[in-house]
């Protein structure tokens, strides 16, 4: 069983549309992340969220927003794609922060025409 | 706030050779340290931490890695690579006193050639 799930793997679309991904994990953890890892493989958060709530919101365009229906599920819909938007999204989880690591899906590759 | 330099951005190495890859951190807090291991197309895996107490780390694979307080430092090493640990690794902090954001490096490229 997948700990750390993302739908879809790839996602190839046109400027100004809108996309979502979406996460899913099975480990009971109260913490889940998005990340944004670009073409230099460079790694930065975008947000966080603690049993459904925001606790971690960096400066990310708002044509980004995150939603959690449960703190299973950690969801990114994105609006009016740009060109810049291409990049690899990473979801992860961990139960609490601190010393406790974070457990990562294999990412959403993003690609916009 | 906190800033994780990753020094050298790819490591060529020959198989079943020594490796050391570097991580320098700079924190006005205390920071729990990290390294994670991301294989083509897959997300990050923990190979190690170091939370407290001994300063050598020993981790997933045979890597080991040691929080060197004074120099800041949390270098990660290997005695003997393998072709299938070809990776990027990154190094990430985060601190003691609460939150949950992790700062990460810029990764190395780790090349494992035959």
């Known amino acids: 069983d997948t700990a750390v799930s993302q739908t879809p793997k790839y996602l190839v679309t046109q400027m100004g549309n809108d996309k979502s991904i979406k996460c899913e994990q099975n480990l009971g953890h109260d913490t889940m992340y998005w990340y944004k890892q670009d073409s230099k493989k460079f790694l930065k958060i975008m947000f966080s969220?603690?049993?459904?709530?925001?606790?971690i919101n960096e400066t990310v365009p708002n044509r980004f927003s995150p939603k959690s229906p449960d703190k299973a599920h950690l969801n990114l819909h994105i609006n009016s794609l740009e060109l810049g938007d291409s990049a690899v999204y990473f979801c992860?989880?961990?139960?609490?922060?601190?010393?406790?690591?974070?457990?990562f899906g294999d990412g959403t590759r993003l690609s916009i025409l | 706030a906190q800033s994780v330099t990753q020094l050298d951005s790819q490591v060529p190495v020959f198989e079943e050779a020594p490796v050391e890859l570097r991580c320098n951190y700079s924190?006005?807090?205390?920071?729990?340290l990290f390294w994670y291991v991301q294989y083509p197309n897959q997300g990050l895996q923990l190979l190690l931490k170091?939370?407290?107490?001994?300063?050598l780390v020993k981790g997933i694979n045979g890597f080991e890695a040691e929080f060197n307080k004074s120099q800041t430092s949390f270098h990660l090493r290997k005695p003997s690579v393998h072709i299938s640990d070809t990776a990027e690794y990154f190094c990430a902090v985060r601190p003691t006193g609460g939150g949950n954001k992790l700062t990460f490096g810029t990764g190395t490229q780790l090349k494992v050639e035959l």
């Open positions: 969220y603690n049993n459904k709530e925001l606790i």
């Open positions: 170091y939370l407290s107490g001994s300063t």
């Open positions: 924190s006005s807090v205390s920071v729990y």
């Open positions: 992860a989880s961990s139960q609490g922060g601190g010393d406790q690591p974070q457990h």
